[in-house]
C-alpha cells in the first residue's frame, strides 16, 4: 500500500466526500477544502491536489483556493472532463467517475517524480561547490517506445497508427512470452495490454512488472470493454495505471498513454541526474556511499531549505553492534562486514535518499520528503535484512551477524547538519544505554 501521504481535495462536497473515505482506506491522509475554507497557512506538507471541476475556469477558481496551504509546486491531478488535461498546472488528469485506486496510484507516482526531480536539483548544486565538471556529451533522445500485448484488433491497428503519426514507436507481442521477452531485452515508456477476453493474463503481467525492479516504474494501461468497478479496481490493485475503455476515442487514448510515457522520461532524467552526483569527488570509495563531507554539505542544503517551507526531509542514524564474547570477530572481519552492510544500506534506500558512513560503526541515511512513519519502515527494513545476513569471520566456520540500532531525527529550527547529526548519535547512545541497563 505504501506509506501515508497527505492530500488536498477539492470540489462538489458529495464527489469529495466519497472519494476521501475511500482514500482514506489506501494509506492517503485527505485534507477536504471548500472554495470559502478561510485562508490560514498550514504547517503540514501535502503531496498532492486533487481538483474536482466541471470546466477550466472551475478548475483555476478552485487552484487559487488551495494557495494558501503547503502546496507549493507539488503535482495537482485535475478530475472531470477532457478539457482539463488540456491546462498547463494540470500533472495529471482522470475522467469520471474517478476511482480512488487511481486517483491514489497517481498521487503516488507524481509525488514519487517530483521528489526526484527536486532533490536532484538540490543534490547538484551542492555537487557545484566540489568544482565544475567536463560537460557530458549529451546524446540524442531516443525515440519513445510503447509495448503492445496482446492479440491483434482493430484497437491496435488504431493505436499504431496514431502513436506513428507523433514518432513513437509501437512494438507488438501477441504472446504473454514474447511480452517479457521483450521487456527483458529492452525499455520502454509504456506498456499497453489488450485485456478483451484475457483479463487474467493482463493481470498476470501488470503484476509481474510490479514485482521486478527494473519495471516497476514502467507504465502499464489496459485496454477493455469491461469497466465495471470491480474490475477496474482489481486492475489498480495490479499495478495498471489506466484504463481505456472502448468509448474512448482514439485521440484521447493517445493523449493519455502520451502523458504516461513522457512521465516514464521524466522519472528516467531525474535518476539519471541523481546518478549523475556519484563521482570519485563525493562518494567514499571503500564504501560506495557518500563521504561524509558531501552529505553534511547535502544535509545543511536541506535543513536552509526546510526551513523556507521548501522541502521536508527526516535523517536516520544507524549503528552497527558486533556480538560480544567468543562470537565477536577480529578487527578485519568487521571492518569488511561493515563495507559489506553500506552497500546493503545504498541499495535498500531511494535514488533520491542518500548514505554515508559517519565514523567506523555509525550510518546517516537523509530521506527527502519522509515522515517519522517512513522512517520507521525504512529503519525496520535495513535492520531486518542486516540482522539475516552471515558475515564471514576469519574462521568460515563460524560467521557472525551485525545487530543495526537506529534512531530517526528530525530538523529543528535554526540547527546546523553538523549539530542535527551530533544530537542523533547522542539519542542514539542515550537509547542503547538505557536498554543495556534495562
Not at 147 to 165: C, K, N, T, W
Request: net charge negative; aromatic share 6%.
Amino acid at each position: 500500500m505504501g506509506r501515508e501521504l497527505d492530500v488536498l481535495l477539492i470540489g462538489p462536497a458529495d464527489q469529495t466526500g466519497e472519494l476521501a473515505n475511500a482514500m482514506e482506506k489506501l494509506a492517503m491522509r485527505v485534507r477536504i477544502v471548500r472554495s470559502d475554507t478561510p485562508q490560514s497557512a498550514t504547517s503540514r506538507a501535502f503531496a498532492c491536489g486533487v481538483i474536482f471541476a466541471a470546466d477550466p475556469e472551475e478548475f483555476d477558481a478552485h487552484r487559487k483556493a488551495l494557495e494558501s496551504f503547503a502546496l507549493g509546486d507539488r503535482p495537482i491531478i485535475a478530475i472531470g472532463p477532457s478539457s482539463l488535461a488540456e491546462i498547463d498546472a494540470v500533472d495529471a488528469w482522470v475522467p469520471e467517475p474517478a476511482l480512488p485506486a487511481q486517483v491514489a496510484a497517481r498521487a503516488r507516482s507524481l509525488f514519487r517524480l517530483h521528489s526526484m526531480e527536486a532533490i536532484a536539483k538540490r543534490r547538484a548544486s551542492v555537487n557545484a561547490l566540489y568544482g565544475e565538471r567536463p560537460e557530458l556529451v549529451a546524446r540524442p533522445e531516443a525515440r519513445s517506445s510503447v509495448l503492445y500485448v496482446g492479440d491483434a484488433s482493430p484497437r491496435f491497428m488504431s493505436l499504431q497508427h496514431i502513436m506513428e503519426a507523433d514518432n513513437v514507436e509501437v512494438v507488438a507481442a501477441f504472446s504473454s512470452y514474447s511480452a517479457f521477452d521483450y521487456l527483458h531485452e529492452r525499455s520502454f515508456d509504456a506498456v499497453v495490454l489488450n485485456a478483451n477476453d484475457k483479463a487474467d493474463a493482463a493481470f498476470t503481467i501488470s503484476s509481474a512488472m510490479r514485482r521486478n525492479a527494473r519495471l516497476y516504474h514502467t507504465p502499464v494501461l489496459l485496454l477493455t470493454r469491461d469497466t465495471n468497478h470491480e474490475t477496474a479496481d482489481e486492475a489498480f490493485a495490479r499495478g495498471v495505471s489506466d484504463i481505456i475503455s472502448a468509448q474512448t476515442s482514439d485521440q484521447e487514448m493517445r493523449d493519455r498513454i502520451l502523458t504516461l510515457t513522457a512521465e516514464r522520461r521524466r522519472r528516467r532524467d531525474a535518476k539519471a541526474a541523481l546518478e549523475a552526483c556519484r563521482e570519485p569527488r563525493t562518494l567514499d570509495i571503500d564504501t560506495g556511499l557518500f563521504h561524509a563531507g558531501f552529505l553534511t554539505s547535502h544535509l545543511q542544503d536541506m535543513i536552509n531549505d526546510h526551513d523556507r517551507g521548501e522541502v521536508s526531509f527526516s535523517a536516520l542514524i544507524l549503528n552497527t553492534d558486533l556480538p560480544e564474547g567468543i562470537e565477536r570477530p577480529d578487527d578485519l572481519s568487521a571492518e569488511k562486514a561493515r563495507r559489506q552492510f553500506a552497500a546493503m544500506l545504498r541499495h535498500l534506500l531511494r535514488s533520491e535518499d542518500a548514505a554515508c558512513r559517519v565514523n567506523a560503526d555509525t550510518f546517516l541515511a537523509l530521506l527527502p520528503f519522509t515522515e517519522e512513519e517512513g522512517v520507521s519502515a525504512v529503519a525496520a527494513r535495513v535492520s531486518a535484512i542486516a540482522e539475516c545476513t552471515a558475515f564471514e569471520s576469519e574462521d568460515p566456520l563460524h560467521p557472525f551477524r551485525l545487530h543495526v540500532r537506529s534512531e530517526c531525527i528530525m530538523p529543528r529550527p535554526a540547527e546546523t547538519a553538523e549539530g542535527m547529526i551530533e544530537r542523533g548519535i547522542r539519542q542514539l547512545q542515550s537509547r542503547n544505554a538505557f536498554a543495556a541497563r534495562a
